[in-house]
Every structure is written in structure tokens, then in C-alpha cells.
């Protein structure tokens, strides 16, 4: 499920630099995929006025796994037009006063949500690096949810009808808004309960604007998991809130049907199996902006595999091969998309990476080692430094080899525990990138069910064609929670696993990643009960 939230823009402009009073307007751009700029709003014309506040507001979704970058142009309306509606206006008939960009998260990643940036005039008969300053302007960002009132359920369901031959189902539950269209959308799903037919799952959250009011119908899907992804339907019933809070208060269950083919048409078929409210009820819960309002940041990390099944760095058959060209290799286009998105919510800048599997010079192979070469310190200034860390260590190190997680893990584990002593508002991200199948699986779910206490998520991108079936273990959206070997289970599930041939021909490798680091970082505040204002 991907986190976007609505925001109205508000934008405001100081000390605009011109000879003589100006009526301006602001035209507002988004970056498209190809690059390419759409315009989306105009605001009202402000008259004779250097330092403006312009009046309307425009509504855009924020999603936090992408980056959305907007631009705002201003103008000066010609005396002649003000009688023009904004929208018939021609802008090339009217006199640029300059334009800022930046992106979306910049802004609403600001304890006050606003911006201040320079406008800048672009000359076109110089080169496009060359602009003049032209002022300052300060864009606001307020969001639109009108209501935190989350509704907490745990549900239950009896008498699952069992799917697999020689086991019991292995039962999750999918829940979905259905929108005008009748399409219906999912919001939220439970763990997998293995091996159950009268599963209790644990407690769900839904925001009740999230899935339009107490009264909108919700589909509630129950099915059995399956490994390959293809999860076979047990049944389902169609309840609002408000019905789900009457099932809860008359201790009663709802059959579930099963569409049933019938000629040209589907009918419904009812089961024997139930699904029943155990719990229901509705609080206020903080959103992930909340904390980023109340100053909280996302710290990015960096573990990189330099084990020797990733081939000779030199040879362009390689996955850390160094394109001559420029273009990216895989490992390179992971940390790319990843930091870019993470950067804007870490307030320094400055990222903690590391390389694993691999020999430094005249040394033993080490499962954790400094990328930027330091023995003293791992942080290294911005992406750009990751990148640069990167491709020096490549003709500085020997790769190796076997893939170890555990000590990459237990490094970013420590720092995180480190913070948390400290009462600093930080929340981790770990990316692991890697070519192949850990050989230290159970001491990699010893240290995920052990950091699974502390602020820290830990993302992890498989490149190259090795099978990462074992990969998926680690991720609890594919099965049951992680448990180390004296049989404690993770407290939540920190961990995202995505194979980038599954995603670098589809959707960005970003979007996988990111979809449930925002649920994870709440998961985390509500289980310490920490308040954005704390």
C-alpha cells in the first residue's frame, strides 16, 4: 500500500527584485516521468504588489515513495489581461519575473511545512547553469485530513475451508474500499496465519477518511498463501465500519460467500465459514507526517555486497562492472533511486555506508567495512559521496565472499539503539544490496528479531539472477513473522525484500521498496507510544 496524503499549497513571495511594482501570478508545474513539465495550477493575479501572498490553493496527493518535484514560475500580468481569467491567460505575453523548483517532500518535511527558495531568472541566450536571483519565495504546505480517527479491529474467522492437500489453509485477509466505479481498491491486509482454519490475526488499523466514512462499503477478502503469489480465494463478505462496530457489539458472525459461476453470471455462495469482530474500537492516531511536522528524521544507510560471485569489477559482465559511458550499473541505480527518495528527510546529509564480503588490502575478509576506506568513522557526505565511496572501493578491495548479513545488521542495529538512548527523534533505513543467497540465515533472523525493538527498517534489493526464495523468508509480507533461534519472535516486521528484475522494467525499484517503510516507522511509534509532540 503506497502513503500519499493531500496537501493544499499555499504560496507566498518576500522581497521580489524589480524596478517598479509588478501584478504577479504563479503558475505551478509537476515533473512528469519523462521529464517533462505539466502545468497544474495558476493562481489569482496579486495587483502592484513586490511581496504578494496569493489567496488560492491548490490540492495535490503526496506519495512518499517517489520523488515529486514541482516548479513555480511567476509573471507579471500586462495591465491590458486583468480582466482575463488566469486559466485564458498567455503566458508568452506576459514578463517572466523568475522561477523555483524543488520537491515536494523538501516542503512537507519542514517542521513548519514551509519553504523559503530563491527565484531565479534563467537567461536563454547563456548557458541554463547561468540565472540571475530574483527575490525569495516560501511555498506552505497544509495537509487535508480533515480526521485522525483510526478504527482498531482484530478479527477472527471460523471454519475456513481448507485449500492445500496436505495441510490446513494458511489464511490472510485482504481489506478494500470500493470506489464510485465499483472497482474495489485495498487498503490494508493481515499477517498469514499458517496452518489455521480458525485463525485470530493481529490488531488492524483504518483511518476512517482513508476509506471515505464509517458507511462506505469495505470488501473483506479472506485467502490461503501461497508461495508463488497465486493465493487462492476461501471466501469474503462486503461490510461497512459501522457494520463491523455492530458485529463486534452483538458477539456475532458474518457467513462468508464465494462467487460462484452460474451460466453467463456470478452467484453467491454461502459458506459455513465466519468471520467475527473480536475487538472494534476508534482513536486518534497520528500520521506519519505528524512526526515529520514534529521534527523526526529518516536516517539512510548503505550495506553493499562485494562477494566474488558478482564477477570481476573490470570485465562488463560483472554487476559492479563501472559503465565508462555512465550508465548506471544495478547496484548503482538501487542506491540512486533509494537515497534520492530518503535524502530529503535526513536532515545532514551525511549516510553511514558500508561493504560486506570482500577483502581490504593486506587484510582478512570482513563482513563490514567502511566504503569511504576510513578505520575511524563510515559516514560519507550525501549520495553523491556514496557514489564516489562506491567505485573507490571497488580497486581497493578483493572480493570475496560468503554473504553475511549479520554484522551489517547488528552495525546498523547499534547505532539505531545508540540514538534511542539518546531520546533523539531518528528513525533508520538500511538498504542491503546483494547479488546472492545469505549463508548466515539464522544468524540474520537472530539480529532482525533482536533490531525488530529499535527504530530501524532495513530494505533489501537482490540483483542478478540468483534464486532469493531464501531472501523472502525475511520479509514477513511473504509468511509468518521471523524468530530467532531461543524461539522469540520479531516484535514487527522491519524488513522489504524485492529482486530488481522484478521491478526495473515496471514499477520503480523505489516503490516496492518504500510502500510499507511509512506503516513500519507508525508500527513503531504506536508500540512505544511515542506522540509527535513528545
Same mark, same amino acid.
Given at each position: 500500500m503506497?502513503c500519499?496524503y493531500?496537501f493544499l499549497?499555499?504560496i507566498?513571495?518576500?522581497?521580489?527584485?524589480?524596478?517598479?511594482?509588478?501584478?504577479?501570478?504563479v503558475?505551478? @508545474?509537476i $515533473?512528469e &516521468?519523462d521529464?517533462?513539465?505539466?502545468?497544474? +495550477? &495558476?493562481?489569482?493575479v496579486?495587483?502592484?504588489?513586490?511581496n #504578494?501572498t496569493w489567496?488560492?490553493?491548490?490540492?495535490i496527493? @503526496?506519495q512518499?515513495?517517489?520523488?515529486q518535484i514541482l516548479?513555480f514560475r511567476?509573471f507579471?500580468?500586462d495591465?491590458?489581461?486583468?480582466n482575463?481569467?488566469?486559466?485564458?491567460?498567455?503566458?508568452?505575453?506576459?514578463?517572466s519575473l523568475g522561477?523555483?523548483?524543488c520537491?515536494?517532500?523538501?516542503?512537507?518535511?519542514?517542521p513548519?511545512?514551509?519553504?523559503?527558495?530563491?527565484l531565479?531568472?534563467?537567461e536563454?541566450?547563456?548557458?541554463s547553469?547561468?540565472s540571475?536571483? &530574483?527575490g525569495k519565495f516560501?511555498?506552505?504546505?497544509e495537509?487535508?485530513?480533515?480526521?485522525?480517527?483510526t478504527a482498531?479491529m482484530?478479527l477472527?474467522c471460523l471454519n475456513l475451508?481448507s485449500?492445500?492437500?496436505?495441510?490446513?489453509s494458511?489464511?490472510?485477509?485482504?481489506?478494500?474500499?470500493?470506489?464510485?466505479?465499483?472497482?474495489s481498491i485495498?487498503?490494508?491486509?493481515?499477517?498469514?496465519?499458517?496452518?489455521?482454519?480458525?485463525?485470530?490475526?493481529?490488531?488492524?488499523f483504518l483511518?476512517i477518511?482513508?476509506?471515505?466514512?464509517?458507511?462506505s462499503?469495505?470488501?473483506?477478502?479472506c485467502?490461503? +498463501?501461497?508461495?508463488?503469489?497465486?493465493h487462492d480465494?476461501?471466501?469474503?463478505?462486503?461490510k461497512s465500519?459501522?457494520?463491523l462496530?455492530?458485529?463486534h457489539?452483538?458477539?456475532?458472525g458474518?457467513?462468508l +460467500?464465494?462467487?460462484?459461476?452460474?451460466?453467463?453470471?456470478?452467484q453467491?455462495?454461502?459458506l459455513r465459514?465466519?468471520?467475527?469482530?473480536?475487538k472494534?474500537?476508534?482513536?486518534?492516531?497520528?500520521?506519519?507526517l505528524d512526526?515529520?511536522?514534529a521534527?523526526f528524521?529518516?536516517?539512510?544507510m548503505?550495506?553493499i555486497?562485494?562477494t566474488?560471485?558478482?564477477?570481476?569489477p573490470?570485465?562488463?559482465d560483472?554487476?559492479?562492472?563501472?559503465?565508462?559511458?555512465?550508465?548506471?550499473?544495478? @547496484? $548503482?541505480?538501487?542506491?540512486?533511486?533509494?537515497?534520492?527518495v530518503l535524502?530529503?528527510?535526513?536532515a545532514?546529509?551525511r549516510?553511514p555506508a558500508?561493504?560486506f564480503?570482500a577483502?581490504p588490502?593486506?587484510? #582478512?575478509?570482513s563482513?563490514?567495512?567502511?566504503l569511504n576506506?576510513s578505520?575511524?568513522y563510515c559516514?560519507?557526505?550525501?549520495?553523491?559521496?556514496i557514489?564516489?565511496?562506491?567505485?573507490?572501493?571497488?580497486?581497493?578491495v578483493?572480493l570475496?565472499?560468503?554473504t553475511l548479513?549479520?554484522?551489517?545488521?547488528n552495525r546498523?542495529?547499534?547505532?539505531a539503539?545508540?540514538s534511542l538512548?539518546n531520546?533523539a527523534k531518528?528513525?533508520f533505513?538500511?538498504l542491503?544490496i546483494t547479488?546472492g543467497?545469505i549463508?548466515?540465515l539464522q544468524?540474520?533472523?537472530d539480529?532482525?528479531?533482536?533490531?525488530?525493538?529499535?527504530?530501524?527498517s532495513?530494505?533489501?534489493?537482490?540483483?542478478?539472477?540468483?534464486?532469493f526464495k531464501?531472501?523472502?523468508i525475511?520479509d514477513?509480507?511473504k509468511g509468518?513473522r521471523?524468530?530467532?533461534?531461543?524461539?522469540r519472535?520479531?516484535?514487527?516486521?522491519?524488513?522489504q525484500f524485492v529482486?530488481f &528484475?522484478?521491478?526495473?522494467?515496471? #514499477?520503480s525499484?523505489v $516503490?516496492e521498496?518504500l510502500?510499507?517503510?511509512p506503516?513500519?516507522?507508525?508500527?513503531y511509534?504506536?508500540?512505544r507510544?511515542i506522540?509527535?509532540?513528545s
Amino acid at each position: 500500500m503506497f502513503c500519499s496524503y493531500r496537501f493544499l499549497l499555499r504560496i507566498c513571495e518576500t522581497g521580489m527584485c524589480s524596478p517598479r511594482y509588478s501584478d504577479p501570478m504563479v503558475v505551478v @508545474y509537476i $515533473q512528469e &516521468r519523462d521529464g517533462a513539465f505539466t502545468e497544474v +495550477f &495558476r493562481t489569482e493575479v496579486v495587483l502592484n504588489s513586490l511581496n #504578494p501572498t496569493w489567496i488560492t490553493k491548490y490540492t495535490i496527493t @503526496y506519495q512518499f515513495e517517489i520523488v515529486q518535484i514541482l516548479l513555480f514560475r511567476v509573471f507579471d500580468v500586462d495591465t491590458q489581461f486583468h480582466n482575463v481569467e488566469v486559466k485564458m491567460l498567455k503566458l508568452e505575453e506576459q514578463q517572466s519575473l523568475g522561477e523555483a523548483s524543488c520537491a515536494l517532500s523538501e516542503i512537507v518535511s519542514k517542521p513548519n511545512r514551509s519553504l523559503t527558495l530563491d527565484l531565479v531568472q534563467r537567461e536563454e541566450s547563456v548557458p541554463s547553469t547561468h540565472s540571475q536571483h &530574483r527575490g525569495k519565495f516560501t511555498v506552505h504546505a497544509e495537509e487535508c485530513f480533515s480526521s485522525k480517527t483510526t478504527a482498531e479491529m482484530t478479527l477472527k474467522c471460523l471454519n475456513l475451508e481448507s485449500k492445500d492437500l496436505f495441510s490446513k489453509s494458511d489464511p490472510f485477509l485482504v481489506i478494500s474500499k470500493v470506489v464510485e466505479s465499483g472497482m474495489s481498491i485495498p487498503v490494508c491486509k493481515t499477517e498469514v496465519s499458517k496452518n489455521d482454519l480458525n485463525p485470530t490475526w493481529k490488531p488492524l488499523f483504518l483511518n476512517i477518511q482513508q476509506v471515505g466514512s464509517k458507511d462506505s462499503p469495505l470488501v473483506i477478502e479472506c485467502f490461503n +498463501f501461497n508461495s508463488n503469489g497465486k493465493h487462492d480465494l476461501i471466501g469474503k463478505v462486503q461490510k461497512s465500519l459501522a457494520d463491523l462496530e455492530k458485529l463486534h457489539s452483538g458477539r456475532e458472525g458474518e457467513n462468508l +460467500f464465494l462467487p460462484t459461476p452460474v451460466g453467463h453470471d456470478n452467484q453467491n455462495k454461502a459458506l459455513r465459514s465466519k468471520l467475527f469482530v473480536e475487538k472494534y474500537s476508534e482513536t486518534v492516531q497520528y500520521t506519519f507526517l505528524d512526526y515529520l511536522a514534529a521534527g523526526f528524521e529518516l536516517n539512510f544507510m548503505v550495506a553493499i555486497d562485494f562477494t566474488a560471485s558478482n564477477g570481476n569489477p573490470r570485465l562488463p559482465d560483472s554487476l559492479h562492472y563501472i559503465d565508462p559511458s555512465g550508465r548506471l550499473n544495478a @547496484y $548503482q541505480k538501487a542506491i540512486y533511486e533509494v537515497g534520492e527518495v530518503l535524502q530529503f528527510y535526513d536532515a545532514d546529509k551525511r549516510f553511514p555506508a558500508w561493504g560486506f564480503g570482500a577483502r581490504p588490502i593486506d587484510g #582478512p575478509v570482513s563482513h563490514c567495512f567502511n566504503l569511504n576506506g576510513s578505520s575511524n568513522y563510515c559516514e560519507v557526505e550525501g549520495i553523491r559521496g556514496i557514489m564516489m565511496a562506491y567505485t573507490s572501493a571497488l580497486f581497493n578491495v578483493s572480493l570475496a565472499g560468503p554473504t553475511l548479513f549479520g554484522h551489517v545488521i547488528n552495525r546498523a542495529a547499534m547505532i539505531a539503539s545508540q540514538s534511542l538512548a539518546n531520546d533523539a527523534k531518528k528513525y533508520f533505513v538500511l538498504l542491503i544490496i546483494t547479488d546472492g543467497v545469505i549463508t548466515d540465515l539464522q544468524e540474520t533472523k537472530d539480529a532482525l528479531v533482536k533490531a525488530s525493538d529499535l527504530p530501524l527498517s532495513i530494505l533489501i534489493v537482490g540483483v542478478g539472477g540468483a534464486d532469493f526464495k531464501e531472501m523472502e523468508i525475511l520479509d514477513a509480507d511473504k509468511g509468518e513473522r521471523l524468530e530467532s533461534s531461543t524461539g522469540r519472535v520479531a516484535s514487527r516486521d522491519i524488513v522489504q525484500f524485492v529482486p530488481f &528484475r522484478d521491478v526495473q522494467n515496471g #514499477p520503480s525499484v523505489v $516503490q516496492e521498496l518504500l510502500a510499507e517503510l511509512p506503516s513500519q516507522f507508525l508500527a513503531y511509534m504506536r508500540s512505544r507510544e511515542i506522540k509527535p509532540c513528545s
